[in-house]
């Protein structure tokens, strides 16, 4: 533990999984007292034993974050228990449907992704910044993607959401600043998850072709981007808000 958010309280959903489960460690180690987001309770809990220490706080609390009322409870709990919110990081998201061309894409698809990624994401900003008021201050970072700043094909909703999510960093960015709250998002590469492995079904050929479009050549770890997520959420950006910052292993730069 560094202490570099000592006191601070990090609510991250999606943390029962990948990026969100890496990230909900690292606020850990931080010294955050830590609420774990997510609909899947086994991996939401399995999240909260790995942080391990019950002196450092932390608590799972299941919710769907395209459900207002859900999300509303999220953040009443939080209050209820440990009395604020500092940090919140809003990583759950899904892929929707891959491989399948935008005159293809069904509609109940299109919805569900939208809903999880892009409106879940304003719903969860929309409560956490209504307590961040009240406190005087906060830290938001949002989960986009590399599809969030260019395009790829046969994933529309999934590029569409991303796009979302980035617009609606910047927008919240410019209409908090003023209120000491920040509003950043990053842009993971493809990252090793569960998410990159239904991707590749295992198949190794799929993997070196996606490694090769990563300048670094090779994927990325959840560990990787969590260390940008607890920078954000720290001091030491005291100044940066209103930024998609993509952890991507140069994807975006070829
Ligand atoms: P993952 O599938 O391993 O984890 C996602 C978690 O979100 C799961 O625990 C799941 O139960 C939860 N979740 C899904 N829908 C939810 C909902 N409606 N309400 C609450 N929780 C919900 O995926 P991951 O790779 O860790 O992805 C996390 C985020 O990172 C996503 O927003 C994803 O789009 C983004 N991302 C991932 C990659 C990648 O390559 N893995 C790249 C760029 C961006």
Not at 23 to 28: D, E, G, R
Not at 219 to 236: C, F, N, P, R, Y
Request: glycine fraction near 14%; charge should be negative; aromatic fraction near 6%.
């Amino acid at each position: 533990m560094t202490d570099r958010l000592k006191g601070k309280v990090a609510l991250v959903t999606g943390g029962g999984s990948g990026i969100g489960r890496a990230a909900a460690l690292a606020y850990a180690r931080e010294g955050a007292r830590v609420v774990v987001v997510d609909l899947d309770a086994e991996g939401g809990q399995a999240t909260v034993d790995a942080i391990g220490n019950p002196d450092s706080g932390a608590m799972f609390v299941k919710a769907d974050v395209s459900k207002q009322a859900d999300v509303e409870a999220m953040i009443k709990r939080t209050v209820e228990v440990y009395g604020r919110l500092d940090c919140a990081f809003n990583n759950a998201g899904i892929e929707g449907a891959v491989g399948v061309a935008t005159s293809d894409y069904t509609e109940d698809t299109w919805d569900k992704v939208i809903n999880v990624n892009l409106k879940g994401v304003w719903l969860c900003m929309k409560h956490e910044l209504s307590q961040m008021l009240k406190q005087g201050g906060g830290a938001i970072v949002n989960n986009a993607s590399v599809a969030g700043l260019v395009g790829g094909s046969f994933g529309s909703a999934y590029y569409a959401s991303k796009h979302g999510v980035v617009g609606l960093t910047k927008a919240a960015a410019v209409e908090y600043g003023s209120s000491a709250i920040r509003v950043n998002a990053v842009c993971p590469g493809v990252i090793r998850t569960e998410m990159a492995e239904r991707l590749l079904s295992g198949r190794q050929e799929i993997e070196d072709k996606i490694a090769s479009l990563h300048p670094l050549g090779r994927l990325g770890t959840s560990g990787e981007v969590a260390e940008t997520v607890i920078w954000l959420s720290s001091d030491e950006a005291s100044f940066v808000t209103g930024q998609a910052i993509a952890v991507d292993g140069g994807y975006v730069a070829l």
